[in-house]
Structure formats: C-alpha cells, structure tokens
Nanobody
C-alpha cells in the first residue's frame, strides 16, 4: 500500500491550493478516504472524509465551506481543494485510509504573507 500526497507549498492568506493523494496497492474504490492535518505542537486534526463512491462527504468545522474533498476512482486519486486559506491552516496534510490504518507521508502547507 502506498499513499503519496503532493501539492503543498507556501501561499498567501486568502489564496488557494489543491492537494492530491495518489493511492496504490489496494482497491481504492472500495474504501472511505480521509484527509488529516497536523500543525506544529498540536494533535493531528481530522479535516474531511469522502465515501468510497465519492457521493458522500463530511468536513471539520474549521474548514467547512472553504475546503472540498473529491476523488477519482479511475485514477486512484483523492484531492483536497483549499480556498480562502488562513494562517491557521498551516500544517502537514495527510491522506489516510481509516479501514486499514494506512497513512501517507504528508505534504506541508504554509499560509503566510
């Protein structure tokens, strides 16, 4: 199993980023997928979840209305579109498969002027 995040970087407040998670080694389309994040000195925080088919999504209160989770079960990819970014969104973002416990290595997002 491999989960590889990409798309992080430095962005100004109010800006946007799109994170990607490339999955391999398992039947991606059969699994609920999630995004988590961890800021320096803080516990890992749940960000969003998407159902196996992509029709159901849920978001943490801190990102609701600004972030959108999606997936492409043909390409075995999951995405997180992040808009109206705030400095408090600065964190390492991870993709995670709840049913199996697999984590990606994370991608750094820094929101700063």
């Amino acid at each position: 199993v491999q989960l590889v995040e990409s798309g992080g970087g430095l962005v100004q407040p109010g800006g946007s980023l799109r994170l990607s998670c490339a999955a391999s080694g398992f039947t991606f389309s059969a699994y609920v997928m999630t995004w988590y994040r961890q800021a320096p000195g803080k516990e890992r925080e749940w960000v969003a979840t998407i159902s196996s088919g992509g029709g159901g999504t849920n978001y943490g209160n801190s990102v609701k209305g600004r972030f959108t989770i999606s997936r492409d079960n043909v390409k075995n990819m999951m995405y997180l579109q992040m808009n109206s970014l705030k400095p408090e969104d600065t964190a390492v973002y991870y993709c995670y498969v709840p049913a199996s416990g697999y984590w990606g290595q994370g991608t750094q997002v820094t929101v700063s002027s």
